[in-house]
């Protein structure tokens, strides 16, 4: 089983850049397209967008133009910048992979509160 | 956008019952469909894909159905682990969306 794990601050200020990573272990990150989602406290789940090793990218148009997603293959990661946060954008951060089937692999998701 | 839309936001039910769960899309999704459990704390656990197809390991008291714009999700015979949140989502077209969740409680 895949494990993902993603990493970054807990605590952004408003306005500034929200930096996520991604970790997927034992290479298999060009064997799916891989989405970040995101759940605010006590709600549900929104798709932010996707990207497969080739580069090929595919975004929600409510955050597509302050969204980057990347991806490292010499590392295994992925990575999220989502820019000008405000308190809406707190939420519950999740890398997910899918092959056409839906997510089957996710992470275990790292809280971001968005203070200051 | 598929605006995806779960008809009860909420289902109270004891263990032992059949629950059924209602998703709806706003355009036609073919099969594309899956569904999710959440329980708190935790990600979302893949149940079902391609509208009927039960992921790994997800027992056979969970199945799906449907196509095109409707879907259920029935769960034969609940077990105590069942009370979570169920969450459908699309992904015929991009965006990709989920519906807004339904709660099973006791």
């Known amino acids: 089983q895949v494990q993902l794990q993603e990493s970054g601050p807990g605590l952004v200020k408003p306005s500034e850049t929200l930096s996520l990573t991604c970790t997927v272990p034992?290479?298999?990150?060009?064997?799916?397209?891989w989405s970040w989602i995101r759940q605010p406290p006590g709600k549900g789940l929104e798709w932010i967008g996707d990207?497969?090793?080739?580069?090929?990218?595919k975004f929600n148009p409510s955050l597509k133009s302050r969204v980057t997603i990347s991806v490292d293959m010499s590392k295994n990661q992925l990575s999220l910048d989502l820019r000008s946060v405000t308190a809406a954008d707190s939420a519950v951060y999740y890398c997910?992979?899918?092959?056409?089937?839906?997510?089957?692999?996710w992470g275990h998701g790292t809280m971001v509160t968005v203070s200051s | 956008e598929i605006v995806m839309t779960q008809s009860l936001d909420t289902l109270s039910v004891s263990p032992g019952e059949r629950a059924t769960l209602s998703c709806r899309a706003s355009q036609s999704v073919s099969y594309n469909l899956g569904w999710y459990q959440q329980k708190p704390g935790q990600a979302p656990r893949l149940l079902i894909f391609g509208a009927s197809t039960r992921a790994t390991g997800v027992p056979a008291r969970f199945s799906g159905s449907g196509s095109g714009t409707e879907f259920t999700l029935t769960i034969s015979s609940l077990q105590s682990e069942d009370f979570a949140v169920y969450y459908c989502q699309q992904y015929s077209n991009w965006p990709y969306s989920f519906g807004q969740g339904t709660k099973l409680e006791i």
């Open positions: 997910a992979g899918e092959i056409g089937r839906g997510f089957d692999i």
């Open positions: 990207i497969y090793y080739s580069g090929s990218r």
């Open positions: 034992g290479g298999s990150i060009s064997s799916y397209y």
